[in-house]
């Protein structure tokens, strides 16, 4: 028995075959290309493979790039008002009249007065057809305060009025004025996270990796800050602005207002990876050659965990937008003319006038979007650096 296995483990794996040493098995081309890859070409494939999060980029991606030509997209200029139709409810757009194709137009409007709530009534009439005009001349605006012009992507006909998300109090484009606070409200997060980061990494980076008193020092000043309630502390700050700054000087109050607060997760981060990080083999024949703690840092520790902090500055940005869209909402943020979601959201703190003109809440929808994005999109980033992760 024990010599009929001997000869049957003998048969599986003994080869017959004559060893070549110059023999190698070949890749394929696909196989070639992966192995060859580099990490940030990984990451990227494997973000392509999350759906959700690819399609949140392709959102963000245009959306920023539509800030910088808001003047353009928008159909009114920031501050235009029509007095003639305050408080104009959302106009749709509109292909066939009378089963005919006509082209993209809206209905003109018959105001009226309702005597019993004193609300204005705007009733669409039929036989008023504004045709749209596309890449045309309208507004006045200046680009960027560079240089003026009145180029538009799409305009109301001469006479006609084009209000896609109805008009506010004083008869200004609704739609108009959401384009232009995109311009504000999404910059803001990318400042301010960028005060946050070099804050978060720098002094993260100083605590995990010269530790003792350092460290101890670090994690207390952190842990006050973070005991602190987050909103009243906001408040607080934003407060002390002087109101005889211009709109440009609270921008980047409120921008660095931010940055100061929400430093504390990063740099734990940044902390925990360097205590792990300081005590691996590299690191220490870097110690031994003479590197100094700024060039062991920058070259050696950060590139190592370089994608888990692009995935946490992600999911932080939404925080920046939110925490400015609720100081501008409460009337210690940003403040007219600055235009920005927040600012917007401030005219529908009157839950009256909410109730009676439900579209001056549409500014809240672009925030929620982009929000859900980020996350999503930070999610996604988060598992395609994991080096575990098939």
């Given at each position: 028995?024990s010599r009929?296995?001997?000869d049957?483990?003998d048969?599986?794996?003994?080869?017959?075959q004559p060893f070549?040493?110059?023999d190698?098995e070949?890749?394929?081309?696909?196989?070639?290309r992966?192995f060859?890859?580099?990490q940030w070409?990984?990451?990227w494939w494997?973000l392509?493979?999350h759906r959700?999060?690819?399609?949140?980029l392709?959102?963000l991606?245009?959306?920023y790039?539509?800030?910088?030509?808001?003047?353009?997209?928008a159909?009114?200029a920031q501050e235009?008002?029509?007095s003639q139709n305050i408080h104009?409810p959302?106009?749709?757009?509109?292909?066939?009249?009378?089963g005919a194709f006509?082209?993209?137009?809206?209905?003109?409007?018959?105001f009226s007065?309702d005597?019993?709530?004193?609300?204005?009534?705007y009733?669409?009439n039929?036989?008023k057809?504004?045709?749209?005009?596309?890449?045309?001349?309208g507004?006045?605006?200046?680009?960027w305060g560079?240089?003026k012009a009145d180029l538009?992507l799409?305009c109301?006909?001469k006479?006609?009025t084009?209000f896609?998300?109805?008009?506010?109090?004083?008869?200004r484009?609704?739609f108009s004025?959401?384009?232009?606070g995109a311009?504000?409200?999404l910059?803001?997060g990318?400042?301010?996270?960028?005060?946050?980061f070099?804050?978060g990494?720098?002094?993260?980076?100083?605590?995990?990796?010269?530790?003792?008193w350092?460290d101890?020092?670090v994690q207390r000043v952190?842990?006050?800050i973070r005991?602190?309630?987050e909103?009243?502390?906001w408040m607080a700050?934003?407060a002390?602005?002087p109101?005889?700054?211009?709109?440009?000087?609270?921008?980047?109050g409120?921008t660095?207002?931010?940055?100061?607060?929400?430093?504390?997760?990063?740099?734990?981060a940044?902390?925990?990876?360097f205590?792990?990080?300081?005590e691996e083999?590299?690191a220490l024949?870097a110690?031994?050659t003479g590197?100094?703690?700024k060039r062991?840092?920058?070259?050696?520790?950060?590139?190592n965990?370089?994608?888990?902090?692009?995935?946490?500055?992600?999911l932080?940005?939404?925080?920046?937008i939110?925490?400015?869209t609720?100081?501008?909402f409460?009337g210690?943020?940003l403040?007219p003319?600055?235009?920005?979601w927040?600012?917007?959201l401030n005219?529908?703190?009157?839950?009256n006038?909410?109730?009676?003109?439900p579209?001056?809440m549409l500014?809240v929808?672009?925030?929620?979007?982009v929000?859900?994005?980020?996350?999503f999109?930070?999610?996604?980033?988060?598992?395609?650096?994991?080096?575990?992760k098939n």
């Amino acid at each position: 028995m024990s010599r009929h296995t001997n000869d049957r483990a003998d048969e599986h794996f003994v080869d017959t075959q004559p060893f070549d040493p110059w023999d190698k098995e070949e890749l394929s081309p696909e196989q070639e290309r992966y192995f060859l890859a580099s990490q940030w070409k990984l990451i990227w494939w494997r973000l392509k493979q999350h759906r959700l999060a690819f399609v949140s980029l392709i959102i963000l991606a245009v959306m920023y790039l539509a800030i910088f030509i808001v003047e353009f997209l928008a159909p009114y200029a920031q501050e235009t008002r029509d007095s003639q139709n305050i408080h104009h409810p959302p106009q749709g757009i509109h292909l066939f009249a009378d089963g005919a194709f006509v082209g993209p137009f809206t209905y003109g409007t018959d105001f009226s007065v309702d005597m019993e709530t004193l609300k204005p009534v705007y009733t669409p009439n039929p036989a008023k057809i504004n045709k749209l005009r596309f890449f045309c001349s309208g507004d006045p605006y200046e680009f960027w305060g560079l240089f003026k012009a009145d180029l538009h992507l799409v305009c109301p006909a001469k006479d006609g009025t084009l209000f896609l998300l109805g008009t506010d109090r004083l008869g200004r484009d609704m739609f108009s004025r959401i384009i232009y606070g995109a311009r504000i409200s999404l910059t803001i997060g990318l400042v301010g996270i960028a005060v946050s980061f070099v804050l978060g990494v720098l002094i993260g980076g100083v605590a995990g990796y010269f530790g003792g008193w350092v460290d101890s020092c670090v994690q207390r000043v952190i842990e006050v800050i973070r005991s602190l309630p987050e909103i009243p502390l906001w408040m607080a700050l934003s407060a002390a602005l002087p109101v005889t700054w211009s709109p440009v000087l609270i921008y980047f109050g409120i921008t660095i207002i931010l940055g100061l607060i929400d430093w504390t997760g990063l740099a734990r981060a940044v902390r925990s990876k360097f205590l792990a990080l300081r005590e691996e083999d590299y690191a220490l024949a870097a110690r031994l050659t003479g590197a100094t703690p700024k060039r062991i840092i920058a070259r050696h520790l950060l590139p190592n965990f370089a994608s888990h902090l692009i995935a946490s500055v992600t999911l932080s940005i939404p925080n920046m937008i939110l925490g400015e869209t609720a100081l501008s909402f409460l009337g210690l943020g940003l403040r007219p003319p600055v235009t920005s979601w927040g600012v917007l959201l401030n005219e529908a703190q009157n839950i009256n006038a909410v109730a009676v003109y439900p579209w001056l809440m549409l500014p809240v929808v672009p925030v929620i979007i982009v929000v859900l994005a980020f996350n999503f999109l930070g999610d996604g980033l988060r598992d395609a650096a994991d080096p575990y992760k098939n």
